[in-house]
């Protein structure tokens, strides 16, 4: 067997969101992390946008999604006033949301796999109203199957 090499490996996965919600995603991203050939390493994850977001979550009870939307809601409400509001009401909530949350992750990797807890799940967070297209940068540096 070949011994296993240092390698950086970039992506863009294109994804299109149906509008406000959190989108399981960790089975796209546990698929090209396979394609690599990654073996141990650290894996790094960028939304390239300021109105979606990414999270880690228990992807057990949808319950938990259904709680973590309403709450971010309640904090960000579309009815209020808003300086910035040229893009529509969904707007401005979505950057305070995408503040509050995160547009980037840093996973480990080991034995080819992330070491994500047994309920733990990546989302995709679509803060604004409508479907979008959405740009996540995977970044995989550590070592590869030769």
Request: overall charge negative; glycine content about 6%.
């Amino acid at each position: 067997m070949d011994a296993p090499i240092f390698n950086v490996m970039h992506e863009t996965l294109m994804l299109r969101t149906s509008g406000k919600g959190m989108q399981l995603i960790t089975a796209n991203i546990a698929h090209w992390l396979k394609e690599t050939g990654a073996l141990s390493g650290t894996l790094t994850l960028f939304c390239q946008h300021t109105s979606a977001s990414l999270t880690i979550q228990e992807n057990f009870d949808p319950t938990v999604q259904q709680d973590l939307l309403a709450f971010l809601e309640d904090v960000a409400p579309e009815n209020r006033y808003y300086e910035h509001s040229l893009e529509g009401p969904d707007d401005m909530p979505a950057h305070i949301k995408t503040m509050l949350t995160s547009v980037n992750l840093t996973i480990p990797v080991q034995n080819g796999a992330m070491t994500l807890g047994q309920w733990q799940g990546i989302y995709l967070l679509e803060h604004r109203a409508h479907a979008h297209h959405r740009q996540l940068h995977l970044c995989f540096t550590g070592l590869c199957k030769d």
